[in-house]
């Protein structure tokens, strides 16, 4: 057998804007709802941003973009994946004109990337919509979100049209029944959302993903276009027939997203989960047609699998912000994600087998605390061989999913430099190759540091795999 990655295969990185960049309110930046969300998922949302939110400096990207993708490129990356923060474009989000500056900041993060050979690969909404649209709208609640998100990626395709070739529309789109603020700006409180109000919500993201997608292909014909979810594979937790329903049910309220997406319309399965959800997706003239402009690819983040039971007693939960019960086979993340590499291989089958579409792993990683010390060449390093361990069985199931036919254009980890956690908002949590002086008491120089794992990657890199 051969190694698997094919020639061109694109091995990079992966971040978000409000994650890394910092600089909140610089050069008419817009507040995001990420900048009013000072504990993650789960804290409070405050009245104005407050100091505690590490998102605000976030590890100062925005200023020290070039030394960042100068450290990238030298670990070989072929693709850098980040997002615009959409507030920088359109500080409010429902005004016509955008911020020059804000542009201005992504054509030299572009320029530099390509400088050193680095594809762009943009995502377009990273759990960041203008608070403006969350407090004056309810987010994506409502359906003149589709017209203010047209306008926003209209400017961002015409302007960078000829510098980034390929776009992710909605960050883990299938989070927004789960995160509905963070995921869909949506400020009602959780408790107070029918799944009515939801679903009604997604149709409205999904619909302006898929006419993003039409508009996208009409500025920039070569461009290739993604949709993103979180994979979940959900495995039944016995073999007892209610077990494996449930996880039928379960999995397809997860790849509801990916099937529009592809296909272009709702699945059949759609018209029972949502009569029995009392569900009743109102449609505009013309959204059927919009749907139709399916996605050039499929892309997602990797963390862990799941199981599922009809059983509520044996119902434990874990993972990302998808939950699902524990497997009594795995081991765990130092926050409780359990880790399974074969998941991995599995959900790329399944998917490929389902779509026959390019698939594009776009996060996958380790969060854990790292620790900084002195290395055998006396320099300051981190010593992360758990990372290693974790990629390095990652990726040879990749290669093992490659060998089984199934056709994958890349692959970006997740927080290839160390940013500040979407779910607990703690840069503690680290998941980078560099290693970034910044704690959660504020204090820390900034100042980056390879760790073991980076030349590691470089090695994975410059061998197209072969060193694995
Ligand atoms: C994904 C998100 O859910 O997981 C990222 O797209 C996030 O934004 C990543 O950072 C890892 O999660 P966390 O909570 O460890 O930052």
Redesign the pocket.
């Known amino acids: 057998m051969n190694n698997g990655f094919k020639t061109g295969f694109l091995w990079g990185g992966a971040t978000?804007a409000n994650?890394c960049e910092g600089a909140y309110n610089e050069d008419g930046k817009g507040l995001s709802t990420q900048d009013v969300m000072p504990q993650?998922?789960m804290g409070p949302i405050t009245e104005v941003p407050t100091e505690d939110n590490m998102k605000l400096v976030g590890i100062d990207f925005y200023h020290r973009y070039q030394e960042d993708i100068k450290l990238f490129a030298e670990m070989g990356f072929k693709v850098f994946r980040l997002s615009i923060a959409w507030s920088r474009i359109f500080p409010k989000g429902d005004e016509m004109e955008p911020n020059e500056l804000g542009l201005e900041f992504y054509d030299k993060v572009f320029d530099e990337c390509l400088k050193h050979g680095i594809e762009p690969l943009v995502t377009i909404s990273?759990?960041e919509t203008p608070l403006h649209l969350a407090k004056a709208y309810d987010g994506w609640r409502n359906r003149k979100m589709i017209g203010f998100f047209e306008n926003y990626v209209r400017t961002i395709f015409t302007r960078y049209k000829d510098k980034v070739k390929y776009w992710l529309t909605f960050?883990?789109i299938n989070?927004l029944l789960h995160a509905p603020f963070m995921s869909g700006g949506i400020m009602t409180p959780k408790e107070e959302l029918s799944k009515q109000d939801l679903y009604q919500a997604i149709h409205h993201e999904l619909v302006a993903s898929a006419l993003a997608t039409k508009i996208g292909h009409e500025i920039m014909p070569d461009a290739k276009i993604g949709c993103m979810v979180?994979a979940l594979p959900i495995y039944p937790l016995t073999p007892h027939p209610d077990d494996i329903i449930k996880m039928m049910a379960t999995d397809r309220s997860n790849l509801l997203f990916s099937d529009i997406h592809v296909r272009g319309q709702y699945p059949s399965y759609a018209k029972r989960l949502f009569e029995e959800n009392n569900v009743h997706i109102h449609m505009e003239p013309g959204d059927e047609e919009i749907l139709k402009h399916t996605v050039d690819f499929i892309s997602f983040?990797y963390?862990s699998s799941a199981c599922e039971t009809a059983d509520q007693d044996k119902k434990a939960s874990q993972g990302?912000?998808l939950l699902g019960t524990k497997n009594p086979y795995l081991k765990a993340s130092e926050?409780g994600?359990q880790i399974d590499p074969q998941g991995l291989r599995y959900v790329l089958n399944t998917l490929y087998d389902r779509y026959q579409k390019p698939l594009f792993i776009v996060?996958n990683?380790l969060?854990a605390v790292d620790e900084l010390v002195e290395g055998p060449d006396g320099r300051k390093t981190v010593m992360d061989d758990y990372r290693i361990q974790y990629l390095n069985d990652h990726l040879v199931q990749i290669r093992e999913a490659i060998h089984d036919g199934v056709d994958v254009m890349g692959y970006t980890t997740?927080?290839c430099i160390d940013?500040?956690?979407?779910?607990?908002a703690e840069l503690k949590?680290r998941?980078g190759f560099i290693y970034v002086d910044r704690h959660d008491d504020g204090s820390g120089t900034l100042k980056r540091y390879k760790k073991k794992s980076f030349e590691w990657y470089k090695e994975v890199i410059a061998t197209n795999g072969e060193s694995l």
Do not use: D
């Open positions: 978000a994650q993650g998922i990273h759990y960050n883990e989070t979180i983040s963390y990302n912000i926050w994600w996060e990683g969060g997740w927080g940013l500040v956690s979407a779910s607990t949590k998941y």
